[in-house]
């Protein structure tokens, strides 16, 4: 895109889903994102249209309001959802409102494997989850019931790995570890037990299914 979206075309972008990159507006509106490389129109029925890999880039990189510098939007902050990925600072909220949100999340997910996987599949990994490992990752984990870890330590942590497509997943033990590697394979993602040469920890190197 050559020139930054018009306050219209943003409000689109930031209304998108944030798992999903589903998005709505007038038909005017949809094809001005596609014009600019911003979105693509699903070529089966319904037709939806989802944001592209730039779409994605300027959702994310949302301009701060005014007097908010130095902040940023955390998993669990209001108005914002971020699969967990272990470590974070805010306490683990296990609410029925977290859980709804995290299932709706995911059935968000399978959908758009179901719209853009060539053949509908819905137990392989899509494109939008091997850009996004990590939260991808975490998603699945997450929306299984798996406890990510808080403040207290306790709980899985999903981290990036030099190695392309692959996440590394720590636990707080090899029971619970095993647990999360069942979790994603059920998910669609190959994972396999590994030792971390310097301190003995045992974890997980996960990726996302080509077939």
Partial sequence: MTRPPTAAQRR???????????????????????????????????????????GHRIREAAPEPE??????????????????TGGEETP?????????????????????RRMTNADGAIDRPCGWERAHLVRAAALALEAAGHRP??????????RATPQPEAVAVHGQDTEALRACAATLERAGWQAGEY????????????????V
């Fill in 92 to 112: 683990v909220d296990v609410g029925a409102a977290r859980v709804r949100e995290v299932r709706s999340a995911w059935q968000g997910l399978l959908e758009l």
């Fill in 67 to 84: 007097g908010a510098a130095g902040e940023t939007a955390v998993a669990g902050a209001p108005g914002v959802f971020a699969a967990r």
């Fill in 12 to 54: 689109v972008l930031d209304a998108a889903d944030p798992v999903s990159g589903r998005v709505r507006g007038t038909p005017a509106q949809l094809a001005a994102l596609v014009k600019h490389g911003l979105a693509f129109r699903h070529p089966r029925p319904p037709h939806a249209y989802f944001l592209t890999p730039a």
């Fill in 149 to 158: 870890a808080g403040p207290d330590g306790d709980g899985y942590r999903v």
């Fill in 195 to 210: 030792t971390e040469p310097r301190t003995r920890a045992r974890y997980l190197l996960a990726s996302p299914r080509r």
